[in-house]
């Protein structure tokens, strides 16, 4: 999955550039569907997008390894940190491969990189007096012997009185409680006492003004989003604390801070920025102006809005942006699954291996794509929902034309595209079609609107199934000249815009128009061209897509049920 521009036969020209990131999955078990729903599929969408565009876009991302949990599930399978999260890197990178998400680069926040600037940040901050220390009351559990960060303390949300949250996130409401009701730890399930320790804070209450100014400012930010965090800001923001009693993560450079590590969200969004640091290292370029002169997307879930919308903009206004803050942090709902909440401890849940074992991966991405809006509004994965889309939009809309299409040409003249005769007013219409296609899409992409343009190009193909339905090329064979020719040439349309979004079944279809080369090397701006010429041979022509069966659905829910029963 770590890949450099040589294996990706690209170049670093000096143009315009942008940088798009998604959200670090921890590295501490296996990635599910709603990660990809949410972040990974988005992200992964728009990038193939702009390259086709042919613009320099760069996808990085980065395991997050540090944290209480690492810890605790190290210790317990007996290997060290570095042991446990190195698995879980290879175990990601595979996973992501086998969906097709498309990293330029994929580090650790482990790695050397991302210590160094970490540190640097640190002392920059401190240097600026954005950072003080302050005595603290912090759990401790006497059982098991440990301080208990993060998410070791469990119990009621001070804002929303939600119960069962971690005490560094709820995730109902999505804000930092200031401290948690009715702890307790969620190792052994005992309340905790209290004991003092030195802590190092961010005043990020000073940031206030200057986050307002850029929340206000920024309209490439979604509104609602904005609404509700500048809320937050006028109830007050609490200054934060960024170190934590562990010996698992970034040591802080203070001589008085022996066994203090930064908290993980002070050095993993920092990482966005030390991947690039260390991907340019592979191309002698300076990071900082790459950095500073590209637009920059961080894509994430709703989840954790609240360090995304807060932290991660005030730590670089601390340093004087010296890198420069997002142009744009596109958030989007979480996944439910048959209408409840995905939860792993509950076993509800679908993991994407198990998902591809039994699937075509491009069957997922279609779906998630389809059913998720550029919103925060939660969305829900269903079986009966996800044959049903499969199998009458993608296989019987999609797939019947392209298949039929090809099949013709095929049957009727001998795999080679004929020539057209004289347009009538339908054929006019679909040429006006394929012409308007790349633009309606790709400005629809381009907003972040993927299901909305996925819904257009199932406008598109629906156009031209009734097109083939009315010209009937099965009835007269000269006048099918004309019918396929067009046909073929949108297909050639369709095998670009779908790249996206079903990068493996994209590719083949356009092998089977008799390309030798990659659907994602082409430019988006011939989608629109008649670029197929009479005479042009087709491959070897079989459908892409298969149907999906009720017996495997009703495999696949009983099979979920069964699992969440043995918990």
Not at 311 to 330: H, T
Not at 336 to 354: E, F, G, T
Not at 468 to 488: C, D, G, H, M
Request: charged residues 25%.
């Amino acid at each position: 999955m770590s890949q450099n521009l040589a294996s990706l036969g690209r170049t670093l020209p000096n143009t315009k550039s942008t940088i798009v990131t998604s959200a670090l999955p921890y590295a501490n078990g296996e990635i599910h569907l709603g990660h990809i729903a949410s972040t990974y599929l988005p992200a992964d969408i728009f990038t193939r997008y702009l390259r086709l565009e042919g613009n320099e876009v760069y996808h990085i991302c980065a395991s997050d390894d540090y944290g209480t949990p690492v810890l605790i599930k190290a210790e317990k399978e007996d290997k060290t940190p570095s042991e446990y999260v190195k698995f879980w890197k290879e175990r990601d990178e595979a996973d992501f491969k086998s969906i097709g998400i498309s990293f330029d680069f994929f580090y650790s926040t482990s790695a050397k990189e991302n210590k160094q600037f970490v540190q640097y940040v640190f002392k920059k901050l401190f240097e600026k007096g954005h950072i003080y220390e302050q005595e603290v009351v912090q759990f401790y559990c006497e059982q098991d012997k440990k301080f208990l960060p993060d998410r070791y303390v469990v119990g009621v949300c001070p804002y929303c009185l939600a119960e069962n949250q971690y005490s560094d996130i709820c995730e109902r409401c999505g804000r930092v409680p200031v401290e948690i009701l009715n702890p307790k730890c969620s190792i052994c399930g005992l309340p905790p006492v209290k004991r003092t320790s030195n802590h190092y804070f961010f005043r990020l209450s000073f940031f206030s003004d200057e986050l307002k100014k850029w929340l206000t400012n920024n309209e490439n930010l979604q509104l609602d989003i904005v609404k509700y965090v500048l809320n937050w800001i006028k109830e007050g923001l609490t200054d934060w604390d960024i170190t934590r009693d562990l010996s698992w993560g970034i040591p802080v450079p203070r001589d008085n801070a022996s066994g203090k590590v930064f908290y993980g969200w002070f050095d993993n969004h920092l990482c966005y920025i030390s991947t690039l640091v260390a991907f340019m290292q592979n191309f002698n370029r300076d990071a900082k102006e790459f950095w500073n002169s590209s637009e920059i997307y961080h894509f994430i879930g709703k989840d954790i809005v609240y360090p995304h919308y807060l932290f991660l903009p005030a730590i670089r206004m601390g340093i004087e942006e010296e890198y420069k803050l997002p142009d744009f942090m596109p958030c989007r709902g979480h996944l439910m699954l048959q209408n409840q909440k995905i939860s792993k401890s509950r076993n509800w849940y679908i993991s994407l291996s198990d998902f591809i074992d039994s699937f075509n991966a491009d069957y997922l991405r279609f779906y998630l794509a389809s059913i998720t809006p550029y919103s925060q509004t939660d969305i829900n994965f269903d079986w009966d929902d996800f044959s049903k889309k499969i199998n009458n939009e993608l296989i019987a809309n999609i797939g019947n034309f392209i298949n039929r299409t090809l099949s013709f040409i095929c049957k009727s003249f001998d795999g080679k595209v004929p020539n057209p005769l004289k347009y009538d007013d339908e054929d006019q219409h679909r040429i006006l079609s394929i012409k308007m296609i790349s633009n309606e899409v790709g400005s629809l992409i381009l907003q972040n609107e993927f299901a909305k343009a996925l819904r257009k190009i199932l406008m598109f193909t629906t156009m031209f199934n009734q097109y083939f339905q009315k010209k009937k090329p099965w009835a007269n064979k000269e006048e099918a000249r004309t019918t396929l020719y067009i046909s073929v040439n949108a297909v050639r349309s369709l095998a670009i815009v779908l790249q996206p979004y079903i990068p493996f079944s994209a590719q083949k279809i356009w092998l089977q128009l008799g390309f030798k080369d990659s659907v994602s090397l082409q430019g988006w701006k011939t989608v629109s061209e008649m670029k197929i010429r009479p005479g042009h041979i087709l491959g070897k022509v079989e459908p892409v897509f298969h149907k999906i069966e009720r017996k495997e659905i009703d495999e696949k829910k009983l099979e979920l049920t069964r699992r969440k029963n043995e918990r």
